[in-house]
Structure formats: C-alpha cells, structure tokens
C-alpha cells in the first residue's frame, strides 16, 4: 500500500469520512461479551468438526432492538439500519469486500469478495476497484463497473444514513454516459435531487471498463477499504431489477448477487431466504434455506433457542446468559472480538465538566478493573484508549494515563468545592449494571451521581440537545475511523461529543462551516487520511495521548457480543470469531453449514 504524508484537508473530512448513522452508533453502551480465547470452546470445537456438508436450514435469531429491525426495508440506498443489519445484507448481497480472519479471531483483514483487488494513486487521492470477471446478479444481469456506479450514485443521493459522507472531488467532469443508463439512474432517485449535484458526483465515481470503476477524492481516505463492508456502498444491488420491480417491491426483496435470494419478507419479524444458485463461488453457499428471526430481548432469545425454534444467536449480550450457554453441552458458545471499550464521556462545553480538576476527579474515582472482574468475571479487554484487542491500532496503556486513586479523587472534589453529576446511558441491562457500580465507586470519592438510563432514541436527543453532563458509551471499532470510532465520541464537530468546539466557534456549525480545527480534530484527520498504516498507528498515539491528558473520558473493559449455535452448526463467524465492524462480529454466511 503506498505512503502518503499527512495532509490537512477540509473540516469535513473528519467526520463525513466514515462515521454510520448516529442510531447505530450508541446501540454498543449495552453490550456484553468476552474475548476470544484461542484454546476456548470455539477453538476446540472449530478443530473436532469434519468437512462442511451441503444441504439443510438455518434459523438465525436477532434482538429485534437492533439487527431484528428492518422497518425501513432492505435496499441499501434506502435503508435507515444498514450496519445494523449486517446478517441479511450480507446474506443477500454478500459484498463487494468482506472482513475476515484467523479461527482464534486473529489477523482480520479486509478481503476482496465480489471485488478481484484494489490500489490507490500515490497520492491517496484516487481508488481504483476491479470487479471479478463472470459474477451475475441472481436475475441473470451483470455485476460490473456500471452497475457499481448505478449502486453508489443512488447511496449517496437517496438519504440512507448508513451510507458515509465521503469527500469526493466534485471538480471532475462526469464522462459521457448511455442516455438509458443516466434515465434509468434518475428514475431510481428521489424526485427533488439536484441534477447538478448528481453530475458532480458521476465525475467521482466512474467507470473505467467493464470490470473496474475509479473513486476520486479530494482528501486522501486511508480508513474507506476498512470501512467499507459495514456500509451501504458495499452491498450492489441489480438495476434491471429495481426497474422491473419498482422502488416499494425491490426495498422488500432485493436482488443481488450474494450467496442468498429472498422467498418472504414480513418487516422486522422473519426474512425467509433460498440458495442461489447463480452464485460466483463454486459449491457454496452450503445451505439450501436460511431465515432470520426476530425475537424481543436476551433472555427471549435464549429461551426460544433452547425450546428450539431457532438455531443461531446472532450478538447474545447478557453476560449471565453467555455463562449459561457455555456450560450448556448442546450448545456452542464463541465470544466475539472486541473492538469498542466503554468510555464515560465527559461534556467539556458546561459545567461541571468545563474544569479540567472536575474531570480529573472522575479518572481517579472509576475503577473499571473493579467492574470488570465483578460484572463480567474478569473476561473484559482492558484498553486506556477508543482501541481493543481485536481491532486496529490497539493500545492498551497511554503514557500519563490517570488510574484509580480514590484519595486524589476525595482531593480533587474538596478542591473545587464538591461535585454532583448527572450520568446517563442506554436504556440496556449490561449498562444499567455498569452505571451502578460506577455510582457507587463515585460517592465513595464525594461525588454526587444521579442516573439517567433511557432509550436509545431519547439518549440521542439528549446528546444532539448538548444538555448533557456525563455518558457511558463505547467508543472504537475495528477501524477507528469508521463505525462509532474515536472521532464520533471526540472530534469537535460531531453531535455525539463533548470534548471543546475549536477556538471562534460558537456551535459545530460554525466550525465546520468556517473550516475550524482543534489540534485533536487536526490528529484525528491526518490518522484518517493516510493509508500508510503504521504512520496512521502513531497518529493514533498521538491522539489517545491527547485525549488522556486532557481527561476527556476515562475508558475501560470492551466486549463484543456472544455468538450461540446449536450443535452441530459451524461457520466463520459463528463458530470462529470475527471482529465486528458495526456491533455484532459479521457471518461469512455462504460458508455457514449445518451437519446432516
């Protein structure tokens, strides 16, 4: 991969490079887990079982608070819950790259799928993706370069907040183009969009031949591959078939090119799906019928698994509940590799939180090892940054990072005259647990605490008010710039943050529309920027560093959620560990299979 030097671009490049839609991204305060243990349940079991057998049916279960909700249909340009519906997108789509990685969840990688390969320009400012020769959708019509370009340019113009705000270089004339294939791409697009804009964007995405298409930005984006399976534009759908089918049909049952088409639709409650047997990959998927289902919470979950009515939990986050299922002998247990460790943001921007000794006060007073060997038996990944063991970039330890020290705490609190504070979080049992024992911690130091649990939707009111004085949340993922990375929890801009808005900026706004940086935000955007992988580690570094000595959040355990299999199930994914990208680790399901 080249190397590029780090390069300030627009304030928007911070976070429009990647961030997800902000109802994903406060979903995570709730999860549970553990790490992966490489000699664990999943490795043994991974090396007892036989060669995959073809043929039979999967029932796959999801929490219907997030990857068992689709109310707003399966087409990725339309879709509001794209990353949180990761299992039917990919079992439908499959991808144009999927991440992937070692038995033990080890060495993840971004792997070319429907895509041959990829490279940028050595300035980082172009992408060129070659598509693999021969792969049809599964009514027959081609996956090349036009049909990716038909696929994006509808992603980027039709709403979807699951599609990231890319900075491409509109500068570029769009190339001469089929008159059909311009009228059939306006046909599928919201009838008020900017023509102008529209041919902007054709100049950045465009074709070259047949088999490859070209993405040209105006600031280098060396985190887009990393991000890219857990996004809209990774998952091309079939032109021919959304002008047969109409926007309303094609939103039900989508067609595409993955390793399954889709029998039934009923919304948020079961999505049937059938082998397809166009698919590129010879012999696979392995499964002749697969089905999703949603089911109301953990603990329903469970239960509908043990009476049988299901045979795979996708993201089981109730620590009680996982220790259950790895004693239980039917079944198969598999943490996932966590990549986002909690984190109590602290809001800079109004008291108490705007004096640093408030702030300072809280890193001395959480003792998240405490939490982490009371609630989750000592399975947690400890990190003192927005990074964890099965992502990128992982630092567990920052140079001057504050530990607990209740004493300096108790001291802090006198210092400035006492300390209440108002802590809120997701309205989920796993986080509810931890504000608890983190109030308890934080009295003990002379800190007042109230908590605010709510529901996800009015916690996002909350932070995008600003009114809001403390959060626990999670912050990171597999790529720290996508997903919720570090910069949603702590670039200046964004309406999840509370670190301080740049010097002669009154609200985000302003700074984005006067292109106004902090150092941290000018940190965060070169890290994003350059594909050279070990300056972006330093950078990194560098801004964990910031973040630190600026007491911006003190951070702790990190978990991704369990996956449980009944016996006799086996797949990347399920049985073996793979990093999640959004909230869940993500199922290769064309490799999936059930023993006969």
Not at 315 to 324: A, D, F, K, N, R
Not at 331 to 346: C, D, E, N, R, W
Not at 460 to 480: H, N, R, Y
């Amino acid at each position: 991969m080249n190397t590029l030097p780090r390069r300030k671009g627009p304030r928007r490049g911070l976070l429009g490079t990647l961030a997800l839609a902000a109802s994903l991204s406060l979903v995570l305060a709730g999860c549970g887990g553990g790490e992966p243990d490489a000699e664990g349940e999943a490795g043994e079991a991974a090396a007892s079982v036989g060669e995959p057998q073809t043929g039979g049916d999967l029932t796959v279960l999801l929490d219907a608070g997030f990857a068992g909700g689709w109310s707003t249909g399966l087409d990725p340009a339309t879709s509001n819950t794209v990353g949180a519906n990761m299992p039917q997108n990919s079992a439908i789509f499959g991808g144009l790259f999927t991440l992937e990685a070692d038995e033990n969840g080890e060495n993840a990688e971004i792997v070319p799928n429907q895509a041959e390969s990829y490279e940028f320009s050595e300035d980082g400012l172009t992408l060129t993706v070659k598509l693999r020769e021969g792969i049809t959708f599964s009514d027959g019509s081609p996956l090349n370069a036009d049909a990716v370009v038909w696929n994006w340019i509808r992603a980027l113009s039709s709403g979807s907040t699951g599609t990231p705000q890319l900075d491409l270089d509109l500068t570029r004339d769009m190339p001469e183009l089929d008159q059909q294939f311009l009228d059939d791409l306006y046909a599928a697009l919201p009838e008020d969009v900017d023509q102008a804009v529209i041919e902007q964007r054709l100049g950045a995405v465009q074709a070259v031949d047949d088999l490859t298409f070209e993405i040209h930005f105006s600031v280098a984006n060396g985190a887009f591959v990393n991000a890219m399976p857990s996004t809209s534009l990774n998952f091309v759908g079939s032109p021919t078939a959304y002008q047969e089918m109409g926007a309303e049909q094609y939103s039900q049952a989508p067609v595409a090119a993955g390793p399954f088409t889709v029998e039934a639709n009923r919304l948020s409650e079961r999505l049937e799906l059938t082998r397809n047997a166009e698919y590129f990959k010879e012999g696979l998927p392995y499964l002749d019928e697969l089905s999703f289902q949603s089911v109301g919470g953990d603990q329903v979950l469970y239960q509908t698994l043990q009476a049988g009515q299901g045979d795979a939990i996708e993201g089981l986050s109730s620590v009680t509940l996982i220790e259950q299922a790895q004693e239980n002998p039917n079944l198969t247990t598999t943490p996932g590799a966590p990549t986002s460790p909690y984190v109590i943001q602290l809001n800079t921007r109004q008291a108490p939180f705007d004096d640093q000794k408030a702030r300072e006060a809280i890193y001395y007073a959480t003792d998240f090892e405490a939490i982490n060997e009371g609630l989750f038996g000592g399975q947690g990944d400890m990190s003192q940054s927005f990074t964890a063991s099965g992502g990128l970039f992982y630092q567990p330890e920052v140079e001057g990072y504050r530990t607990y020290d209740p004493d300096k705490a108790r001291e802090l609190v006198e210092e400035i005259g006492g300390l209440t504070v108002e802590l809120g979080t997701t309205d989920i049992v796993t986080a509810r647990q931890v504000t608890t024992a983190l109030q308890t911690q934080w009295q003990e130091a002379g800190i007042d605490v109230t908590i605010d649990s709510k529901p996800l939707g009015d916690v996002i009111t909350k932070f995008t008010s600003g009114e809001w004085e403390s959060m626990l949340q999670t912050a990171g993922a597999w790529e720290p710039a996508a997903g919720i990375g570090v910069a949603v929890r702590f670039g200046s801009t964004s309406p999840f943050s509370g670190t301080p808005l740049p010097e002669g900026a009154e609200t985000a706004t302003q700074a984005l529309e006067e292109n106004l940086n902090t150092e941290l935000d000018e940190v965060l955007t070169n890290a994003a920027s350059t594909v050279d992988q070990e300056e972006r580690g330093e950078l990194y570094q560098q801004a964990a560093k910031m973040i630190s000595d600026e007491a911006y959040g003190p951070f702790g355990m990190a978990f991704s959620p369990a996956q449980v299999v009944r016996e006799g199930v086996h797949g990347p994914g399920l049985t073996t560990p793979i990093p999640a990208l959004v909230v869940n680790s993500g199922v290769l399901y064309d490799r999936v299979w059930v023993e006969q």
